[in-house]
Each structure stands twice: as structure tokens, then as C-alpha cells.
């Protein structure tokens, strides 16, 4: 790898290298807990609101207990609302309230509340697993993709997995925009830090001027 690409993506990583589940308080791991609070998360994370009050109403709602599909279908829906407006998640709250209710009780459902079950029946296929994903009500394509991004650090058989998203902000910053040649610029471990970063660049209108530097050299 070029030195300046080396650069460019140690700067990212310094910068942006957390993934949203880290900043969420997450602990991402292939267990129920880990993997359903993801699957909360990404439904916050798919409304039209910045990625920072998502965070923070995702840690509300993991504050106040709901961080199993039993404790999130337990508690009332106005419990819901009031968690997530001490995350500030105020724009959709009460339809986001259904939502995490009713995928709640399709997690317990269908799943016995274990989502590697659906990562068992979607056998490494990233069609199937994201089928499935868009069965829950708060989550569509996008969130299929966030997902799918973050849960490729303890399910390796979707790695690579780099949305549009990332591919946008690699072109951002002057980094190669197939996923195939963004797969070899970090350890395998490391790609949902790396495509995380690059969709804070996708989703940042003014990429900070080190970085602009840098990929104004690469150029």
C-alpha cells in the first residue's frame, strides 16, 4: 500500500475509528444481548436523525434496561417514548416506540429472542441475511446496510461487506472506491472501524482539513 494511503487511513482511523456500536456503549460479540442491541441501534440509526442523537437515545434506552428483546417488548410504550426523549430522539419517537415494541416481539417470536439463529438461517449469504433484517418494522434497506456493516466484525463470513455509503466516503478522501481494493488498507478485524470512519467522511459536508491535505497529495 502507497505511504500516503497509509496515512490517510491512519488519520481516518485516529479520527473517525470507532464503530457506532462502540459509541453506543456497545460491546459487539456473538451473543443475544450484543446482537440485539445492534438490531436497536441500526433502528434508530435508520430514521432521518444525526448518527449522534441515535447514539445517545440508543444509550438512554440501554440505560433504562432495554437491553434484551424481553425487556424492550415488557415495557410500555410510553416508557419507550419517555427513554428516548432523554436521548433527545424527540423528531420520531412515537413511531419509533412501535417499532422497537414490535420488533421486539418478532425477535422473541421468531427467533427465541437470539439472533444467531437468523444468522444461522441466513448461511453467510448477504441476500438472505438482509431479507430478514428488513422484516423488522423499523428497518429497511439502509439499515440492512448499518447492520450488516457492524455485525461483519463477529459474523467474518459477510466480510467484506462496504455499502455505498463507505464507497462514497473513500471517494471523498481519494481512497480507492471498490470494495475489493478498500478490503486490503486494514486487517480484516478492522473493516467495520474503517467503513464507519469513511461514513462519517460520506456524511460530513466539511471533511476536517487534515484530511484534505492528505488526499489532495495522494491526487
Do not use: N
Not at 505511504?3 to 490517510?8: A, F, G, H, N
Not at 459509541?23 to 438490531?39: S, V
Not at 488498507?185 to 460530513?204: G, N
Amino acid at each position: 500500500m502507497p505511504d500516503r494511503s497509509t496515512e490517510l487511513v491512519r488519520r481516518l482511523m485516529d479520527r473517525y475509528g470507532s464503530t457506532f456500536a462502540e459509541e453506543a456503549g456497545i460491546r459487539l460479540a456473538d451473543r443475544p444481548g450484543p446482537l440485539y442491541q445492534l438490531l436497536v441501534l441500526t433502528t434508530l440509526l435508520s430514521a432521518r436523525i444525526s448518527a449522534g442523537v441515535a447514539v445517545a437515545a440508543a444509550r438512554a434506552l440501554f440505560g433504562a434496561g432495554y437491553r434484551t428483546p424481553e425487556a424492550m417488548a415488557r415495557a410500555s410504550w410510553q416508557q419507550r417514548v419517555d427513554a428516548l426523549g432523554r436521548g433527545h430522539y424527540r423528531r420520531y419517537d412515537e413511531r419509533t416506540a412501535t417499532e422497537l415494541g414490535d420488533e421486539a416481539q418478532l425477535c422473541l417470536d421468531r427467533w427465541r429472542g437470539d439472533l444467531r439463529r437468523l444468522r444461522a438461517e441466513a448461511d453467510g449469504q448477504v441476500r438472505s441475511l438482509r431479507s430478514m433484517l428488513v422484516e423488522f418494522s423499523g428497518i429497511g434497506p439502509t439499515g440492512a446496510d448499518i447492520f450488516t456493516r457492524e455485525v461483519q466484525g463477529v459474523w467474518p463470513e459477510y466480510r467484506p461487506y462496504l455499502d455505498r455509503k463507505v464507497t462514497a466516503g473513500a471517494t471523498k478522501v481519494g481512497l480507492p472506491a471498490k470494495p475489493e481494493s478498500l478490503t486490503g488498507l486494514v486487517p480484516p478485524k478492522e473493516l467495520p472501524r474503517l467503513a464507519s470512519a469513511l461514513v462519517r467522511v460520506a456524511l460530513d459536508r466539511t471533511p476536517p482539513d487534515d484530511l484534505v491535505r492528505t488526499a489532495r497529495r495522494r491526487a
